[in-house]
């Protein structure tokens, strides 16, 4: 009966949903009728900066509330800026024909041609063959074959919904059980290795895009698929090392028992032999792989964008991929949520709001970004406290990275280090709502294992983001960012 109660309007809304709308719409129409503002020593923001800063709260209020799907929040958010004259259309929409969008399209349809082909069941076989069968040897196989696999298909739901099953089963057929501690442990392990250490690289998750499109145009240019393995690769090192051994101390069985060593080559031939799919797919990524890498190098043409674009038409004409799958296989709502805050970074240039928040907070929060170390332990822990209240991810990378833009650029900091500090950690799992993906993963694998005794492994998570954060200062250093 409850749940009855909270129901609204013919079941449509619940009082949650229906309170931060009111709220939203509230605080968008009263950022309308206020003037121009200024506060200590900054100049004045401008009304049509009030009014984008007004729609924007308004759209964060609601992908807290969530009354509407997060991509229609998102348009419209840039349909209130542009109805109400705060910023020009082509300026709000500008991220639906940047580069951006147009290098997140072929690389979900490049990973629909891994799911669709059977490529990635193959691979995770293959890798996790080339470990043991103990516990321990399962751990780091899992977080290995996550690691190998993460930059070949940039959605954590497509990967985790194709490992989870593979790691309930390990866990029956070694004895380990299902709603025990130990396959908790498995089952985490299968999410951080495929969930979350694929956002040490540029094409692990279309989310990367999100940090790249949101920091000022000058810098854009600097990540590429070898720039951004390079600043992340310390968090990969520790966050796998620190997971395994927290995984190992928490969740390891006292009894030795071991999975029967011919299970995975039984499973391999199951597969049978490599389709001719598999392997225009298999060759298609690796050598997408290695133009992202070296491309610009042989032709300034071959970019990141035009790599992504040439690797979805060798899939297409080859019919690995089908007609029907640019419909099926692409999450067209990600896509359109992605550009419309992508779009966010530009409208608040060219009203001059993000000059403006850096002005008018800058002597405020000069003290934490005028030190790497201190911002680090920032924006681990704000993201971390933020996250039980804002759960969609996409929108909180955004707010915290163009609220650190003006920020950073004034201490000589780049704003990825705050963004990518910001993503890495928005896949803690600390309570059920937290992330969805996650809960993909526990469902995909039958609810193997009790969610209290995953969550606890999220805090160990956030630990080792926030250890590789700092252990990374010297390595961003290096390369310029701080």
């Known amino acids: 009966m409850s749940g009855e109660k909270e129901k609204l309007i013919g079941g449509i809304w619940t009082t949650k949903q229906l309170v931060t709308f009111l709220i939203g719409l509230i605080v968008g129409i009263v950022f309308m009728a206020l003037p121009g503002f200024q506060f200590g020593g900054a100049d004045a923001l401008s009304h049509e900066g009030m009014m984008v800063l007004g729609f924007f709260l308004m759209a964060v209020v609601w992908w807290v509330g969530n009354p509407f799907p997060s991509w229609m929040t998102g348009l419209i958010m840039l349909t209130a800026m542009t109805m109400f004259g705060a910023t020009k259309m082509a300026t709000a929409f500008s991220a639906f024909s940047g580069s951006v969008i147009w290098v997140v399209i072929p690389a979900l349809a490049i990973g629909a041609a891994m799911s669709k082909s059977g490529l990635l069941k193959r691979l995770v076989y293959i890798i996790l063959s080339k470990f043991g069968t103990s516990y321990s040897q399962l751990v780091v196989g899992l977080l290995a074959a996550g690691t190998v696999t993460g930059p070949l298909i940039p959605s954590a739901t497509a990967k985790v919904a194709i490992a989870a099953p593979l790691a309930r089963e390990m866990s029956e057929r070694a004895g380990f059980g299902v709603k025990t501690k130990a396959a908790a442990g498995l089952l985490t392990s299968t999410w951080i290795g495929f969930g979350s250490l694929g956002y040490a690289f540029l094409t692990g998750t279309v989310m990367t895009f999100v940090v790249i499109g949101l920091l000022p145009e000058d810098q854009q240019s600097f990540w590429t698929f070898a720039t951004w393995i390079l600043a992340s690769l310390p968090w990969l090192v520790i966050t796998f090392v620190g997971m ?239």
């Open 244 to 482: 395994f051994l927290a995984i190992k101390l928490l969740c390891a069985p006292k009894e030795k028992t071991k999975l029967d060593s011919s299970y995975l080559k039984e499973e391999l031939e199951k597969l049978g032999k490599w389709s001719v799919k598999e392997k225009i797919t298999l060759w298609t990524l690796l050598g997408a792989i290695v133009l992202w890498i070296f491309g610009t190098n042989i032709y300034s043409g071959l970019n990141t964008f035009a790599v992504a674009m040439i690797a979805m038409f060798v899939l297409f004409g080859t019919k690995v991929l089908e007609p029907m799958d640019i419909k099926n296989g692409i999450a067209w709502q990600l896509i359109i949520f992605i550009a419309s805050l992508v779009g966010c970074g530009s409208v608040f240039s060219s009203v001059g709001l993000t000059d403006w928040i850096g002005a008018t907070f800058g002597g405020y929060l000069a003290p934490v970004f005028s030190n790497v170390a201190i911002m680090v332990v920032a924006i681990v822990v704000l993201t971390w406290l933020i996250r039980y209240v804002i759960v969609s991810q996409t929108a909180l990378v955004t707010v915290i990275t163009l609220v650190s833009v003006p920020f950073c650029v004034a201490s000589g900091i780049s704003p990825w280090i705050a963004g990518f500090l910001c993503l890495v950690t928005c896949n803690l799992f600390c309570t059920i709502y937290q992330n969805a993906t996650f809960v993909t993963c526990l469902g995909a694998s039958n609810d193997m294992a009790e969610f209290k005794d995953c969550s606890k492994l999220s805090y160990c998570y956030v630990l080792c983001t926030l250890v590789a954060g700092l252990a990374s200062i010297p390595v961003w250093s290096l390369m310029g960012l701080c």
